[in-house]
């Protein structure tokens, strides 16, 4: 199912206790966007190495790369690899994130370098790594100890902006607006773990299509497109669901808020900081305790990261609102 994104907004705006909740809870983002200067020339072979020192992660600016017809560029990392083409590029100019702190590049030309066809140029002029300069601090735990547990809920994913964000159909993510205008590089990582997801479950943001609003408790939210997966050709939901088995279980249905406190628990799910498995996927269950005008109020565990996460009525199973 596609679900259009007017009807969403509708629905979101048109509920008489649509709740989008509390104080922002985004973590810190670890991440600098670095100059690179590397230009293959005209050419229908290249290789190269890009790397930056010390980050855990990298992801490469490829907005001025020219790919022909048939030739491909490889790219590399510590635990995974994509293969970007022309049509990959006029999509989307950034590459996947690749975990560790270097990439080898291959340009490769069908016919190699002999063979016939028009030659490529390969850009790199900026690197994005995992790099910032202050630790990560975590706040909104109800009582001495975080209780959350690991999750595997596929139906959600780690914003790179440092926010959680999830489907509600095919291809149609939420998340909080505090946590940005997404760009071309923004990426959704659709794991479970703390490191970065493999090509195959990262999705780039068609960024025209995101709308959001950053208005404090009570009207706070996002939500856009997510484009195919640039390796499988595959919509986020579908890829999803067809790790849960059924058609539409990779996604969540949405519901109205209960009408009394007594008796209904919201669970949080998402990736908030943490001691331990730091933005890794958790959750925890804690019960209603407050239903406002425009807000409800609930004590589940969450940090920073957790912005963004669906609030989920324990009891029916349905997202009522986005916790922000």
Sequence with gaps: MKLHLSNFLFLLSAAPKAPIFA????ADVCETLQPYSYDSGDTKAATTTVSYDDAPWIQLDLSDSQLANGAQLTITGDTASQVITSADLSSNEFSAVFDGSSVSVVLSSPGGVRGNGNTSRVVVSNVKGGV???????ASICGDLDDRIPSTDVRMGRHSA?????????DVFITAGHC?????????HFVYGTGSAIPEDQYA???SSYQGVNGGVGNDWGAGRLLPNSVTGKLPGVAQSEKCGSSGCGWFDLGPVPSTTSGNNIRITGYGVAAVASQSQKTHVGAL??????????VPDTTGGNSGSPVV???EGYAIGVHT
């Design 162 to 170: 440092g926010c959680t964000a999830w489907l509600i159909s095919e």
């Design 205 to 207: 943001v068609d960024v």
């Design 23 to 26: 104080s922002a809870q985004t």
């Design 289 to 298: 305790t407050t239903i406002g005008s425009d807000y409800i109020r609930y």
């Design 132 to 138: 910032c300069k202050d630790p990560l601090t975590a």
């Design 313 to 315: 009525h324990e009891e």
């Design 180 to 188: 940005g205008t997404p760009s071309s590089s923004t990426r959704i």
